[in-house]
């Protein structure tokens, strides 16, 4: 169980791992993660499960290289395993015929944002995304979003591709132009800040993934505590996905930098031993 199946390179810090877990692509549904260990004493990271075969028996993983965790996955190739995976995990997207949705990614946001937007275009809505990123060398899974969206608009802060400027600015030009029903917004947790208050200021029903902030996966650690409307959520139990206008997204980001400074101990340590060998 959970060999990887196949690799494929999206950038130099991006990878797509497509894994045996027949049971997992059969459950799954859009919004579902995955918690995932490389090793016995390993640490637990959450990723989205950003597509399944169910004839095949796999699911995709995009893997973006941030800490040691996700430095041993990328370093994967087909043939090798991962020591254990669970899932499917968290509460599925709610799916409904909306009208017509916004859908926006930003960076490797892009992944988890691809079953949604494909469960949205079956249940018959409209869907416009806007996919976003620094350049356009860290565009992702375009083809794939653009076979489930009537439009796709691309942004990229340099201008190397699609038109330059952010994420919000690609939303306001679609919202000034059609009436929107709905949105959905996966990204970095500033992205998603800015981009809900762009939404919230025309009253745009939108929702938000947090998963960026689990660490258990399973509700047993607390870490992913936020507070949405006021009251604690935890991530992992009661989302990944909440009301993005009744998030508090100050309290988020700070909380995302509460193991820095572990995360650059295991990062030393993990360097140490690569120069080693």
């Not at 660490?215 to 992992?236: P, Q, Y």
């Amino acid at each position: 169980m959970n060999k990887v199946v196949s690799k494929q390179h999206f950038s130099e810090n991006v990878v797509s791992l497509e894994i045996e877990a027949p049971r997992i692509a059969k459950a799954r549904k859009a919004g579902h993660f995955v918690m995932v260990r490389t090793d016995e004493k390993g640490e637990r990271i959450p990723l989205t499960i950003s597509s399944a075969d169910t004839a095949k028996g796999t699911i995709t993983l995009v893997i973006q290289k941030v800490g040691v965790t996700s430095r041993k996955l990328t370093a994967l190739e087909p043939g090798e395993f991962i020591h254990d995976m669970v899932g499917p995990l968290g509460q599925a997207t709610h799916v409904e015929n909306f009208g017509t949705v916004l859908a926006c990614g930003g960076g490797v946001g892009v992944a988890p944002l691809l079953p949604i937007v494909e469960a949205l275009k079956k249940a018959g809505n409209r869907v416009v995304s806007v996919i976003a990123a620094r350049s356009k060398d860290l565009i992702i899974l375009e083809d794939q979003i653009r076979a489930y969206s009537d439009e796709v608009v691309i942004m990229t802060d340099d201008g190397s591709y699609g038109q330059k400027g952010l994420v919000t600015e690609g939303m306001e030009q679609i919202i000034q132009r059609e009436k929107i029903d709905q949105s959905v917004i996966i990204g970095p947790g500033i992205m998603m800040k800015f981009a809900s208050m762009t939404t919230k200021k025309h009253n745009i029903p939108t929702i938000v993934s947090l998963n960026t902030i689990m660490v258990d996966g399973t509700g047993m650690c607390g870490a992913c505590r936020v507070s949405v409307g006021g009251k604690t959520r935890f991530v992992c139990v009661d989302g990944p996905e909440f009301d993005a206008h009744e998030v508090d997204f100050d309290e988020m980001l700070m909380r995302l930098n509460g193991y820095k400074n572990e995360e650059k101990e295991a990062d030393d340590a993990y360097n140490c031993q690569v120069d080693k060998k």
